[in-house]
């Protein structure tokens, strides 16, 4: 999970700023070198892969490459304009562990917050490209829903390691106005 003022990656996806475009892609430049070559993807400027993602979600225009390259693109534009999140207690492990284990507890306390939309949700509203499919799954807790519940969170009692991890998160992104954007791969 990431904390992320969601006007900034909405603003930023079709925005033609090609200074952050390629700001995105030096930064992470290794780690989608490492990304192309682990999914057989080719790192040749021009072909299809994660840096040209980036390019046609950055720069606009068509979304013709494969569901998975936009996403793990995707997951790297809101890497560098948002804050990582501790996530051990929930690395790793399946979404049905999640789904079966952890949302109970969540629903327990009264919150209305789901891990499925957390992890399934797609991306931010204001921002397309063609789904996954598969991997990454793409989903958010949108700055509104952080508020609503947060005040219930904060007041839990009797929460495991899971759910202190999940509050620490709701509180990051309360006191800073922000939401949440997860990724599950």
């Known amino acids: 999970p990431y904390v992320i003022d969601f006007e900034t990656l909405t603003s930023s996806v079709n925005s033609g700023n090609d200074k952050m475009r390629r700001s995105i ?11 192309n070559d682990n999914l057989g993807w080719s790192n040749e400027r021009g072909e299809p892969n994660v ?9 606009g225009g068509d979304k013709n490459l494969p569901g998975a390259m936009y996403g793990y693109a995707y997951k790297l534009i809101v890497e560098f304009h948002g804050r990582h999140l501790p996530n ?24 209305k917050l789901s891990l499925f939309d957390l992890i399934y949700n797609g991306p931010v509203p204001g921002v397309s490209f063609p789904s996954p499919g598969d991997f990454p799954a793409i989903g958010y807790w949108s700055p509104r829903e952080i508020a609503d519940n947060w005040p219930t969170m904060r007041d839990a009692t009797g929460l ?16 800073a106005g922000r939401g949440i954007v997860a990724f599950y791969h």
């Open 88 to 111: 051990g207690n929930f690395y790793p492990c399946n979404s049905t562990w999640q789904e079966n284990e952890y949302q109970p507890q969540i629903d327990a306390f009264g919150v």
């Open 51 to 59: 840096f040209e993602a980036i390019r046609h979600l950055i720069m």
């Open 25 to 35: 892609s030096g930064r992470f430049r290794r780690d989608i070198y490492h990304l």
């Open 160 to 175: 495991s390691e899971e759910m202190q991890e999940v509050r620490g998160w709701l509180q990051t992104a309360h006191d």
